[in-house]
Nanobody
Framework: QVQLVESGGGLVQPGGSLRLSCAASGSIISINTMGWYRQAPGKERELVAFITSGGTTTYKDSAKGRFTISRDNAKNTVSLQMNSLKPEDTAVYYC???????????????WGQGTQVTVSS
């Protein structure tokens, strides 16, 4: 039905930058919200940032000023530019989309498979 494919994770030194990207494809009618969550070992999944179809953004407090979320509505993609990375940003990052799809009368949530981000010297 719908696939969310992430890219851009990896290993980076503290203070470095990474850019995560996610592309949604499949039987999509429209996408409401897109965003990024993360989950560190032994911790619950937490919201990092999300962006509405109108461009309104919301960030986790610790991401404000360091991360920037953006999306391309025409391409059904969302990106997360992460600067000034810290070891505590180490986690698996998951792309998220809330969308309307063919064959469903209610809005649904989809997740990507996750991409590892490791911040370490």
């Amino acid at each position: 039905q719908v696939q969310l494919v992430e890219s851009g994770g990896g290993l980076v030194q503290p203070g470095g930058s990474l850019r995560l990207s996610c592309a949604a494809s499949g039987s999509i009618i429209s996408i409401n919200t897109m965003g990024w969550y993360r989950q560190a070992p032994g911790k619950e999944r937490e919201l990092v940032a999300f962006i509405t179809s109108g461009g309104t953004t919301t960030y986790k407090d610790s991401a404000k000023g360091r991360f920037t979320i953006s999306r391309d509505n025409a391409k059904n993609t969302v990106s997360l530019q992460m600067n000034s990375l810290k070891p505590e940003d180490t986690a698996v990052y998951y792309c998220y989309a809330r969308l309307w799809i063919v064959g469903r009368s209610t809005i649904v949530d989809y997740w990507g498979q996750g991409t590892q981000v490791t911040v370490s010297s």
